[in-house]
């Protein structure tokens, strides 16, 4: 029964993980209707900017990590700018394939400047552990600092969306583009702040991320990228609420699944719920459902 | 009139396959006399199977209408079923009829594995069922992964545990061992078998899409309500589409499985990546367009391998060659640059004026 | 008996009864038009009677035959043919694919067929092609045959769709607004064409408009939908004079 317990707790604590990633992919898919493929990768730009900012420049975690959210902010507007904006009335898969491209480069790039191999991440959390239940459950810091960390940024999201202005402007930006643009909503403005927080949040995730894992190579963010993008559908894509709710399930599902059934098959079988939940509720968890006018 | 019109459409298909025929003849005049490195010799096959697969998912995403980023988990599929099927068949049948039928048996097995999956997965639409088609394909890849099948004088046996759990008598021999996929697959494929295989991929494509099922596919993707009120089975054409381009992606993958003699299913050649990389060719080479596809396959599988020399920029490179072309190509003000620009153009006024 | 018999026909969205016990009966051959004020759930009715939406209640009978609550696809196949409000061509085929794509159901040949190239593969795109022209030209469209769908002008794709829906050889057709967005002189000329289907194909129609000179000049019998509910029905002349009905028009 402890054992299940820590399972959970673990599995909470990847969830998390994947909730904040999803965030980011569900604000951008609806604001902008595209499925950022390289959202995965900025995470692992942003813990490389960890690593880097400890071990190269000896600067203390929370500086390495606001460092790591700066470049990340910065990327992310950026990559929206370059790679994005000119095709915003082009064709979803257009947008697709560029992401795909820009996921490429950013993954290349990163080979070029710090190899192919795998680093050893120090965790940025010198948190002691939790002990309960006589020492029968273990809660590490690295998993109490996901968790809260999660909670937080949800909590301060839904706040932002609701009351302050920007947070309106996003909302009615997803609901019809030009309907706000002619209210007067800076609609390039509010996708650029869209991408700028999502990538923010990559930064946060991936810092977390290697911290539970501590391994890093260029390829780090692209699994847990998928996974992400897959909670976020879960949840029902474009939904706030939805990210979170499909992220925590989706890390509880792989974790316990890893315990329980067999590890090489837990991606399988997280893969299979989402199916059979997509089957049973086409538009994920909490999506709405969109019906066409004849 | 009438006659003209059959007659286009055949004329457009035999232009393709004669690019085949072409390329065939001189890439195997080349290999023969020497010219060709080693290097682009060992890249012929592969070349036809990326080819085939970049076609057949053009007939799910440009013809069908539908984004599938699980196309290499079928190809999987065909790769390891007709794999299995050579390594058991290695010494009891000769080299052409045991590929002929390791041919067959892996296109039926990813075609049916299409066509199961595509029931209930094609009710969902746009990005839920990309989502949904990654998904499998990672189900796909991850379930091979975990098999395992051995045969003795008892029989075969099977596992999702490791080699020891088969119980296999002394003179056991694994035939699929895990992760470490099947080993000793006979070389049976050659580049003229991948031409040929190519060659008739093309030919079911375009002659399906130039066809009454194809003109009902493509009434599906263009507008389904209209498409039903006009009769059109939707479920039926939508499972066709798919299980025949699922059964092609199988081909490419008996291509892939007897081209080499090890086959193990890994993110790089049957994940999520792999079913990226074939979308690329196909919305690079124009969504829909099946020709261009082809082609845009062959220069971009080529293009890397083109770049080795500069090694570690090469994918670099690579990536910002494939954001500049999207750029290029789709972005509204350089649409109209190259309007503007266009050879196109210039020659069009010509001819109007030559037919005036 | 007539050819189509609507029976208490009904369906509710939520709360929103949207239509409400609806009867109708057409005969073979009439030119019928179904009108009312924007809202009153006339496209309802069609949605209704093509499948697109399942009645809650009532029962809806073609020919003889039973149809309640059957699927689109079997609704076309047993005679139902329609055009839509906001039209719904296929962009990407060409005029005359179009009304090939109509003919898909009475001009079989299988897929295998058609890859292989057979023999029946050449006779039924002849006979398709035959029968595509044929009915591009009574629309006019016949110039138009290779251009793609999407670069007809406006009016033409109406007639388009007209033609589409006629090619899968129905026994009624139901028009939604068929001179919605065109000049007097494009609904005259819609008006003799809707009237030269009816004749040359002995074809009964059922039309939802709101250009009145075009019910008038062509219906010969009229229901009027308000509030989901039917408020009148009968000759064209009758129901148009009806008070009631000027009243729901013109309001109080």
Known sequence: MSSFFTFLINGISLGSIYAIIALGYTMVYGIAKMLNFAHGDVIMVGSYMVFLSMGSLGLPPVLAVLLAVVVCTVLGITIEKIAYKPLRKASPLAVLITAIGVSYFLQNAALLFFGANTKMFTSVISLPAISLAEGQINITGETQVTIIVCIIIMIGLSLFIKKTKAGQAMLAVSEDKGAAELMGVNVNGTISLTFAIGSALAAVAGVLLCSTYPTLNPYTGSMPGIKAFTAAVFGGIGSIPGAFVGGILLGIIENLSKAYISSQLSDAIVFSVLIIVLLVKPTGILGTKISEKV | ?356 | MALLEVKNLGISFGGLRAVDSFEINIEKGQLYGLIGPNGAGKTTVFNLLTGVYKPSDGKVTLDGKNITGARTTQINQAGIARTFQNIRLFKELTVLENVKAGLHNNHPYSTVEGILRLPRFFKVEKEMDQKALELLKVFDLDKEADYLASNLPYGKQRKLEIARALATDPKLLLLDEPAAGMNPNETRELMDTIRFVRDKFEMTILLIEHDMKLVSGICEELTVLNFGQVLAQGKTQDVLNDPQVIKAYLGE
């Open chain 2, 1 to 356: 009139m009438k006659k003209e019109r059959i007659a286009k459409s055949t004329k457009s298909t035999w232009i393709t396959l004669g690019i085949v025929v072409v390329a065939y003849v001189i890439m195997q005049t080349l290999a023969e006399t020497g010219v060709l490195s080693s290097l682009v010799k060992g890249l012929l096959v592969p070349l036809c199977t990326y080819a085939i697969m970049a076609v057949s998912l053009n007939l799910t995403v440009g013809i069908l209408g539908e984004l599938s980023l699980g196309h290499a988990g079928f190809m999987c599929v065909g790769a390891f079923a007709s794999a299995f099927f050579s390594v058991c068949m290695k010494e009891s049948l000769p080299a052409g009829p045991r590929f002929f039928l390791a041919l067959l048996i892996g296109i039926l097995a990813a075609a049916l594995s299409g066509f199961l999956i595509g029931i209930p997965v094609l009710r969902l639409k746009g990005d839920y069922l990309a989502i949904v088609t990654l998904a499998f394909g990672e189900i796909i890849k991850n379930l091979v992964n975990v098999l395992y099948v051995g045969r003795d004088e008892n029989g075969f046996h099977f596992s999702i545990k490791d080699v020891l759990s088969l119980g296999m008598g002394k003179e056991g021999k694994v035939l699929i061992n895990g992760a470490q996929g099947i080993t000793g697959t006979p070389k049976d494929s050659n580049f003229t078998i991948a031409a040929i295989l190519l060659f008739l991929t093309l030919i079911i494509v375009l002659n399906l899409v130039n066809s009454r099922s194809g003109r009902a596919i493509m009434a599906i993707r263009d507008n389904r309500i209209a498409a039903e009120s006009i009769g059109i089975n939707i479920t039926r054409y939508k499972l066709l589409a798919f299980s025949i381009s699922a059964g092609l992606a199988g081909m490419a993958g008996v291509l892939y499985a007897h081209n080499l003699s090890t086959l193990a299913a890994q993110p790089k050649n049957f994940g999520y990546n792999m079913s990226i990389m074939i979308l690329v060719y196909v919305v690079l080479g124009g969504i829909g367009n099946i020709r261009v596809s082809m082609i845009a396959a062959v220069i971009l599988t080529l293009l890397p391998e083109l770049l080795r020399e500069l090694q570690d920029y090469r994918m670099l490179i690579y990536s910002i060659v494939l954001i500049v072309m999207m750029l290029f190509n789709w972005s509204p003000k350089a649409k109209e640059w190259r309007e503007k620009y266009s050879l196109k153009r210039f020659l069009g006024k010509k001819a109007a004026k030559e037919e005036a």
